[in-house]
């Protein structure tokens, strides 16, 4: 019904940028909320940021200052840019939507991930 295809993980040493994509696809009436949240190697998945469809920004507070989540809603996608990247910022990254279809009400749907490596 819905997909999440992000885009932007890599390799990078410490101090350095990445910037994240995701899309969403699909029978889609409308994307309400969308944001990012990442699961490092033995931790729990945790919310890096998201953004309403009105464009409201919330930050966990390690993403503060250095992350900044924005939208296209026209083309339902969301974006990280991550700043000042840290070895503890090491985890896969995933795309969330809280996507209404033409079929079913709001529901939530995951992108598979992308990794982002960040070395000392």
């Known amino acids: 019904q819905v997909q999440l295809a992000e885009s932007g993980g890599d390799l990078v040493q410490a101090g350095g940028s990445l910037r994240l994509s995701c899309a969403a696809s699909g029978m889609i009436f409308r994307v309400n909320t969308m944001g990012w949240y990442r699961q490092a190697l033995g931790k729990q998945r945790e919310l890096v940021a998201d953004?309403?469809?009105?464009?409201?920004?919330n930050y966990a507070d390690s993403a503060k200052g250095r992350f900044t989540i924005s939208r296209d809603s026209a083309k339902n996608e969301v974006y990280l840019q991550m700043n000042s990247l840290q070895p503890e910022d090491t985890a896969v990254y995933y795309c969330?939507?809280?996507?209404?279809?033409?079929?079913?009400?709001?529901?939530?749907?995951w992108g598979q991930g992308t990794q982002v490596t960040v070395s000392s």
């Open positions: 953004i309403t469809s009105g464009g409201s920004r």
């Open positions: 969330n939507a809280d996507v209404t279809t033409y079929f079913s009400r709001s529901t939530q749907y």
